[in-house]
């Protein structure tokens, strides 16, 4: 039988992970809601399949099993670390345990993990209805921020500054986490940074990257308008951030594998915001890692999630340069138009152009990163020239959208 990976999700941000299954000579098992996701249409065989139902997963393990010789279960850019735990657990192949899972994918639980062990945290509670909200913001006190317990892409998550906005910031929370219930935290201020950490077959922990992630700086909404890598912060805040982040990972139990934490700098130090048990998303792992160093991240994973020692040369530079990810943000609305493409891809800097919506989709205001349209992704020599490339190529791409009349 040939040996096989099973990959949980095939959107644009898993295609990267697809080509380099087939180098290590896996066939590759894709699963997702959507028959016609991006990389679902380059898998040996797509499986439609919610990338949320893990016990779904474990049936459709029994299967391919039956026909393949499964040596993983893998993710890369999305938030289904359970899936995957519980899969693999399942097929007796490496991962981590689903409670480890668990404490990554549902934040309220992330919170008392750091609590135990003593990693800071801002005031917070999970809470169920209004009424306890209200009750808890009198001790937390405001600005709040309110989430949804286990979604992503801060779906569910609005900056509150008063009494009048709870109840219906609460409501958006629960609406989009899966156990009806929110989490009230107190709000950090400064600059925001994505950390990951990688621990081999071994268990050993290697430091692998940081990037800097700007976000919009007024409004209730945490929309992030992309990302710089590497980080501009110097090697003693680095190591701060590598060692909160191992720190964070063995509080949830991780010690297998890649571990991500969303961290923020504030006057008192780093503080992590969320983490979970996968590879960056946002394009981060997938191309602006490559670019910017020549390092492997996603094979570097994989190997482990087969079965395969850790391979240092995907870790280890190949060059030094900067390399950014920025957002473009068209009027809300209807697309009536896209064009430039090509003109985009053209410009000094500019490596690759990624449209999530076309003619005729539907824009919604941007309340969460989720609805974040098309990027740019750009090279540069030092870190000004990259940005300012993603940027301009990012103002070229004409995304012209007309109201919505339905």
Known sequence: MHNAVLIVCGGLLQVPAVPIARELGLKV?????????????????PVVLDIYDAPGHMKLVDEL????????????????????????????????????????????????????????????????????????AESLGFPLVVKAVDNSASRGTTR?????????????????????????????????????ILFDERGCCHHLNIVDRPFASDGNYAIELGHINPTRLGPAEREQLFALTEQAAEATGVRFGVFKADTIWTNGGPRILEVTARLSGGFDCQYTTPLSSGRNFIRAAMRLAVGLPLDLNDLEHKWRKHAAAWVAFPKPGKVARIDGMDRVLRLPGVKEVFLRVRVGDVIQPYHDCAARPAFVIAVGDTREEAVRSAQVGMEALVIETEPDET
């Open 29 to 45: 098992v894709i699963t997702d809601a959507r028959a016609d996701a991006p990389a679902m249409t380059l898998a040996d065989e």
């Open 65 to 136: 099993k039956k026909r393949y010789n499964l040596r993983g279960v893998f993710a890369e850019g999305a938030d289904v670390e359970v899936t995957v735990a519980a899969a693999a657990q399942h097929a007796g192949v490496p991962g981590i345990t689903v409670e480890a899972a668990m404490n990554t994918k549902n934040k309220a639980r992330m919170r008392a993990c750091f609590d135990r062990s003593g990693i800071p945290n801002p005031p917070w509670a999970e809470v169920d209805t209004c009424e306890a909200g209200l009750k808890a």
């Open 160 to 196: 509150v500054n008063d009494i009048d906005s709870l109840g219906p910031a609460i409501e958006i929370a629960k609406a989009n986490s899966t156990n009806r219930t929110a989490l009230l935290e107190g709000c950090y201020r400064g600059e925001e940074q994505s950390v990951e």
